[in-house]
């Protein structure tokens, strides 16, 4: 198998009158540059996972993600890349030929299996599981979004590459990047999480579940009211920001994850939550290949 090593992503430092006049300092770590094709927290997360198949000596790896996720555009990359075989269960009943997402997953000649919205709800059910493993004997199993405990051994190898810092801040949408930061920070460090779902109160427990750690930890909080409508929600001022941000900094946004973190972040700035001196590192976890997506909804 290829390397699964890369050169670690930059730090990028941004600069504005509003982060000078509040003594910020705020910093972005540019996952979205990590790795070639893959990007983001999806390649932290893919990566153990493709080292304990290989292990395992499994021939395929299988999945599961909605019709226009980034998991499945990560995965699909992956198994192209790796040259392994693949299965992903998309989240259905049809599939759109012309959805860029599903374009993509076909050129790399993923194995595509829609199914009914009923049907998808029993991806985490163990007995649903087990007839998925007997369909496909040698195939490694990763969850919806990549979270498992391989996962979270990436995303602890994010944590330590970073600097010395007061808080570190990213989006949350399965929960397994932050319970894998928070493996990977000192505990003096102030873990932030901004969840992009409704209604992710949810996630406090999915996290602890995740890494026990996070039971007896208290330096991480889960911030449920940017969430701007949903997941895959966002208003015209988020795509504003999102859009500003790219014009003046040079730094690349999509509004589903990234862009609702650092668009909730700066309003927190604004709102004087952070005390003076803070040292702040915001996660850009990728997930830019969405706005191909967004486009072809017509919605940006």
Same mark, same amino acid.
């Given at each position: +198998?290829?390397? &699964?090593?890369?050169?670690?992503?930059? !730090?990028?430092?941004?600069?504005?009158? !509003?982060?000078?006049?509040?003594?910020?300092?705020?910093?972005?770590?540019?996952?979205?540059?990590?790795?070639?094709?893959?990007?983001?927290?999806?390649?932290?997360?893919?990566?153990?996972?493709?080292?304990?198949?290989?292990?395992?000596? /499994?021939?395929?790896?299988?999945?599961?993600?909605?019709?226009?996720?980034?998991?499945?555009?990560? &995965?699909? +990359?992956?198994?192209?890349?790796?040259?392994?075989?693949?299965?992903?269960?998309?989240?259905?009943?049809?599939?759109?030929?012309?959805?860029?997402?599903?374009?993509?997953?076909?050129?790399?000649?993923?194995?595509?299996?829609?199914? &009914?919205?009923?049907? $998808?709800?029993?991806?985490?059910?163990?007995?649903?599981?087990?007839?998925?493993?007997?369909?496909?004997?040698?195939?490694?199993?990763?969850?919806?979004?990549?979270?498992?405990?391989?996962?979270?051994?990436?995303?602890?190898?994010?944590?330590?590459?970073?600097?010395?810092?007061?808080?570190?801040? /990213?989006?949350?949408?399965?929960?397994?990047?932050?319970?894998?930061?928070?493996?990977?920070?000192?505990?003096?460090?102030?873990?932030?999480?901004?969840?992009?779902?409704?209604?992710?109160?949810?996630?406090?427990?999915?996290?602890?579940?995740?890494? %026990?750690?996070?039971?007896?930890?208290?330096?991480?909080?889960?911030?449920?009211?940017?969430?701007?409508?949903?997941?895959?929600?966002?208003?015209?001022?988020?795509?504003?920001?999102?859009?500003? +941000?790219?014009?003046?900094?040079?730094? %690349? *946004?999509?509004?589903?994850?990234?862009?609702?973190? +650092?668009?909730? *972040?700066?309003? !927190?700035?604004?709102?004087?939550?952070?005390?003076?001196?803070?040292?702040?590192?915001?996660?850009?976890?990728?997930?830019?290949?969405?706005?191909?997506?967004?486009? $072809?909804?017509?919605?940006?």
């Amino acid at each position: +198998m290829k390397t &699964t090593s890369y050169l670690e992503s930059p !730090l990028q430092t941004i600069r504005h009158p !509003l982060l000078a006049a509040k003594k910020i300092e705020l910093l972005v770590k540019r996952d979205d540059l990590l790795h070639p094709t893959v990007q983001g927290n999806k390649w932290r997360k893919l990566k153990y996972n493709l080292v304990e198949l290989k292990r395992q000596q /499994c021939r395929s790896l299988f999945t599961f993600g909605g019709a226009f996720s980034n998991h499945v555009y990560a &995965t699909a +990359m992956a198994s192209k890349l790796y040259n392994i075989p693949a299965d992903i269960i998309v989240r259905g009943p049809h599939l759109d030929a012309a959805n860029p997402t599903i374009r993509f997953a076909k050129a790399c000649n993923v194995n595509l299996h829609p199914v &009914t919205r009923i049907e $998808y709800r029993q991806r985490h059910d163990p007995d649903y599981l087990a007839l998925l493993k007997k369909r496909f004997p040698n195939a490694f199993i990763i969850p919806e979004g990549g979270s498992n405990q391989f996962a979270l051994q990436g995303c602890e190898e994010l944590a330590r590459s970073l600097p010395k810092s007061d808080y570190v801040c /990213c989006a949350v949408g399965s929960g397994g990047t932050l319970a894998g930061i928070l493996d990977g920070l000192d505990p003096s460090v102030q873990l932030i999480g901004f969840a992009v779902l409704k209604g992710a109160e949810y996630l406090n427990e999915e996290i602890m579940n995740l890494n %026990p750690k996070a039971m007896v930890q208290k330096n991480w909080q889960i911030l449920t009211q940017f969430h701007e409508g949903g997941y895959g929600k966002f208003s015209h001022a988020l795509w504003q920001f999102c859009q500003t +941000m790219r014009r003046d900094h040079h730094l %690349p *946004l999509e509004p589903i994850y990234t862009g609702k973190m +650092m668009y909730g *972040l700066w309003q !927190l700035i604004e709102q004087d939550h952070f005390p003076k001196h803070s040292q702040i590192i915001a996660i850009h976890t990728g997930g830019l290949q969405g706005l191909d997506g967004l486009r $072809y909804r017509q919605l940006i």
